[in-house]
């Protein structure tokens, strides 16, 4: 098994399930207003840094994983200025 953790940062969040349910996975879970920092800056919802992140993560069979991928890969290139996408793929041990 395998688990996506995706970052999403802009407007359009749902986009980032709807490509999950549409290329295999079976379900996701959603975390919004995410807040950090990394290559593009501070996001912490603030005047000072502004913005926003989703967090969602989905746990998949081993042989959907490159279907999700490429789903997610495909997403990140239709995205517009102010949205970013970023993902890992991780190995799940046990899932239940």
Known sequence: MKMFWIIYAGPRAARVAETLLAHGAAGYTEFPRAHGAGTHGRIEGTRAWPGEETVVTSV?????????????????TSLVA???????????????
Not at 60 to 76: C, F, H, I, M, S
Not at 82 to 96: M, S, Y
């Open 82 to 96: 102010g949205e970013r996408l970023h993902f890992a793929v991780l190995p799940v041990e046990q899932f239940q």
């Open 60 to 76: 998949v069979t081993a042989d959907r994983a490159p279907e999700v991928a490429a789903g997610l890969a495909a997403l990140q």
